[in-house]
């Protein structure tokens, strides 16, 4: 791979600082975690109040948007701060390559990748904007995205588009969602019917909507027609079993921020390694010549602690149980949470085949009630739940209606979700009866 051992990228030579950290991860995921004392009873309550900083009187039914950092990662993260701040010169020469390739190899291990072919970004709209930047469009070549893909990504593949001359399309998907092989369907007809498209962009889950997509029946039917092929899989690390590999994408984005308990500003971009000549980051900086590798690792002068957190975070994953307890507890509470919301509130859950639901995230109707789908009422609904009862959850527009779009992590429990419901049923009584 070109560049692969350029510069202070020896990855035969790391140094793993906690062998911990990935004692008990394969290629294809999570082992058995060693931790058999911790069973699942030690979450809900007992872990909140333990592990993590969230305020007291807050009901937290939101952890996709921007996750939450446990106090152990928390403070190893505090460590490394303190550290670099007392010989700030020697942390930018030495110590952050050693540690970036530390945490790379750790990611590697999680997302079935050579290390070479993986780098840190902030989050996943920087990687897709990076990625989008380096292709090579013209006039009349196309770029495909979906009525379901993130909304800061539609803009970027818009805005380059607009750059380069090339044309957007975007597949309309349209609920109820009947199986995978709808979707798979919509990618083949629309590719038939415009060849000249040269770049596919999406969702591995989708955002707000939930949905996981079958990224890798998509990739094999864009590789067929000579497509690239970029996942966003902002929400997948933490909820899916990955494998770079198998999946089969050009480049693939994933934040380790959301559902990988590191701190905000980390993310990761899988890139193939017949494309990393000519992948390049946003900034422009020293390494921008040499390989991959470094010239995504030096943006100038920034804090790149948050990436150096990733064998913390794995450590943390392991010493609560590992990815299978923690996978174990979170799709139970989410199917009780979403039947129970269904039923409290009178509406159904979102209309897609059970294997397109996402394992931490459900998304169930809104009361009728609360009028018509606009951006303005879904804001007003977010913001009295939090301002008035203390409630954080996600409102948003899909398919024309609204829906709330609920999240569970180890720290959530049951009474969660009922005060979710309590409070939505009582807004609605207060300030949005009138709608009936």
């Not at 007992?46 to 009901?59: A, H, P």
């Not at 639901?357 to 951006?375: D, E, H, I, Q, Y």
């Not at 301002?387 to 954080?392: E, L, P, T, Y």
Request: proline share 6%; aromatic share 8%.
């Amino acid at each position: 791979k070109a560049g692969a051992d350029a510069g202070p990228f020896t990855w035969g030579q790391t140094r793993i600082l906690s062998s911990k950290s990935i004692d008990y991860w394969t290629v294809n995921g999570p082992c058995v975690s060693p931790c058999k004392e911790l069973e699942m009873e030690n979450f809900g309550k007992k872990i909140r109040n333990d592990m993590f900083l969230l305020d007291e009187g807050t009901t937290f039914t939101n952890h996709g948007s921007y996750g939450t950092v446990p106090k152990p990662v928390f403070e190893a993260h505090q460590d490394l701060l303190r550290s670099v701040e007392r010989n700030v010169n020697k942390w930018f020469l030495t110590d952050l390559q050693i540690r970036y390739i530390d945490a790379i190899k750790v990611l590697a291990g999680l997302m079935g990748a050579s290390p070479s072919d993986l780098v840190f970004v902030e989050n996943a709209t920087t990687a897709v904007n990076a990625v989008l930047r380096s292709q090579s469009l013209s006039p009349g070549d196309g770029v495909l995205v979906t009525s379901l893909t993130y909304a800061a990504c539609a803009n970027a593949a818009n805005v380059v588009c607009s750059d380069t001359g090339a044309s957007l399309r975007s597949i309309e998907v349209k609920l109820p969602v009947s199986s995978k092989e709808a979707l798979v369907q919509l990618y083949r007809e629309e590719l038939e019917a415009h060849p000249a498209t040269k770049v596919v962009l999406i969702d591995h889950i989708t955002s707000p909507s939930a949905i996981v997509m079958p990224v890798k029946e998509i990739a094999q039917v864009c590789h067929e027609r000579g497509v690239r092929v970029i996942v966003d899989g902002a929400h997948a690390p933490g909820q899916l079993a990955l494998n770079m590999a198998e999946i089969g994408a050009d480049y693939y984005t994933g934040n380790l921020h959301k559902w990988m308990f590191c701190p905000r500003g980390c993310a990761f971009l899988y890139v193939s390694p017949s494309l990393q000549t000519q992948t390049h980051p946003l900034v422009v900086s020293h390494y921008h010549f040499k390989s991959l590798n470094e010239a995504f690792l030096m943006q100038a002068t920034r804090d790149y602690t948050p990436y150096c957190m990733v064998p913390a975070a794995v450590e943390f994953i392991n010493n609560i149980g590992g990815l299978e307890a923690i996978s174990s507890y979170n799709r139970e509470l989410s199917v009780w949470a979403s039947e129970m919301l269904c039923k409290r509130w009178n509406v159904e859950p979102l209309p897609i085949a059970p294997e397109l639901r996402s394992p931490f995230l459900a998304v169930v109707g809104m009361p009728k009630c609360f009028g018509p789908p606009t951006a303005e009422v879904k804001t007003e609904i977010v913001r009295e739940l939090s301002a008035n009862f203390n409630v954080i959850t996600v409102v948003d527009i899909v398919d024309g209606k609204l829906w709330c779009r609920i999240s569970t992590q180890v720290y959530n429990t049951k009474e969660d979700y009922i005060r979710l419901a309590d409070a939505v049923e009582t807004l609605a009584f207060l300030k949005f009866a009138k709608n009936v």
